[in-house]
């Protein structure tokens, strides 16, 4: 049987990450895009010019755009306040949709975000989860390598998110500043900031390294820059009946990750009752602890094969095979990530612990 060829739209361009994922739908060989939307135009043309995007397929209003696509898929990628609401109108097209993180900007408007979906996939994107060292990370974690987790530690972000465009471009200190006004990663009525912006990152996979459990209590602190109406920089604790786990954010960091690794080194560390994995951004292995070998020693992390190399093949494979999404991009594990975004936030304006509620 001839494999089915799905039609992708990408509508919203305020994330820049936008770029990257059509990048991915151009190169899968059963997807085509068939349509673009923003309302800035000027938001579009990178995109356009480097995938070749007919003039015809790019549009401005996105009802027009879905009713003359008729995509089957549609890539969201909103300021992180409005993705309840993007998801609800897209949603009453019958598409699956697949939204850039974080989850949203509040746990209330996440679950929103799952009504809408109703028989249709939702899935939420995080970048981190199709980096090799962390796919081999939650390999021997779940094969027992290192015996129960009792913590992760993580360390997430960047130069800023300025600093970059898509496919990683980068820009100049001038580009940057000139941007920051005008920019929703700024402002804080549209989610931005470093702890929105990354702190999902470190909740979500480390709720996937410690199986879906969740904390019960969170405390966060965040920094105040001078002039900016939100934080660039987020140390969170959560407390979990098993132990104590880490996530700090931060937009400053000396260099980039993907380039070079800045000191502290952006990525995890896992602990558990019979060893300790380290798993930074980008490498090409992890380190390992074990009681058998407690000399730290890498183990290689080979680059993840399909159908783990990128969220559009991934999505691809579980819609053409009729299986439910696994791991970070669930809504299961992302919408737990979500409760402790949500304590963090609520615990750094209260400046004090906030306990979690039962589950859902």
């Given amino acids: 049987m001839k ?162 465009g898509a496919d990683k471009d980068e820009k100049t200190a001038e580009q940057v500043a000139k941007e920051k006004p005008h920019s929703w990663f700024y402002k804080k009525s549209a989610g931005g900031g470093s702890l929105l912006d990354y702190l999902g990152y470190g909740t979500t996979l480390g709720t996937w390294y410690q199986g879906g459990r969740r904390p019960l209590e969170v405390t966060a602190i965040v920094d105040q820059p001078k002039g900016l109406e939100v934080d660039e920089h987020s140390i969170v604790v959560a407390r979990y009946r098993h132990g104590l786990s880490k996530f700090e954010t931060r937009w400053g960091t000396f260099t980039d990750p993907w380039t070079i690794q800045p000191q502290p080194k952006c990525g995890f560390i896992i602990h558990g009752t019979e060893g300790t994995i380290s798993s930074y951004d980008y490498d090409k292995y992890v380190t390992v602890q074990t009681r058998k070998q407690p000399k730290p020693h890498k183990v290689a992390a080979p680059a993840p094969k399909a159908p783990n190399q990128n969220p559009v093949q991934y999505l691809i494979h579980c819609l053409d095979k009729g299986q439910p999404l696994h791991g970070p991009v669930s809504i299961r594990i992302s919408r737990i990530g979500q409760e402790i975004v949500d304590a963090a936030v609520k615990s750094a304006k209260l400046k004090k612990a906030v306990k979690l509620g039962k589950a859902s």
């Fill in 3 to 164: 494999n089915k060829i799905w039609r992708i739209a990408g509508i919203n361009f305020e994330h820049f990450h936008m770029g990257d994922l059509l990048r991915f739908a151009h190169e899968h060989k059963n997807a085509e895009i068939v349509g673009i939307s923003d309302e800035q135009p000027g938001r579009m043309e990178e995109a356009v010019k480097k995938l070749k995007i007919p003039r015809d397929r790019v549009f401005t209003d996105y009802r027009k755009c879905m009713e003359t696509a008729k995509p089957d898929i549609v890539i969201l990628c909103p300021a992180a306040s409005k993705h309840g609401e993007w998801t609800v109108r897209i949603a009453k097209y019958g598409v699956h949709i697949m939204v850039e993180k974080p989850f949203a900007g509040s746990l209330k408007e996440a679950d929103l975000m799952i009504r809408a979906m109703k028989d249709k996939t939702l899935m939420i994107n995080w970048p981190l989860q199709w980096i090799a060292s962390h796919r081999k990370a939650f390999e021997l974690v779940a094969t027992g390598q290192i015996g129960e987790v009792l913590n992760v530690w993580h360390t997430g972000g960047n130069r800023g998110p300025l600093w970059h």
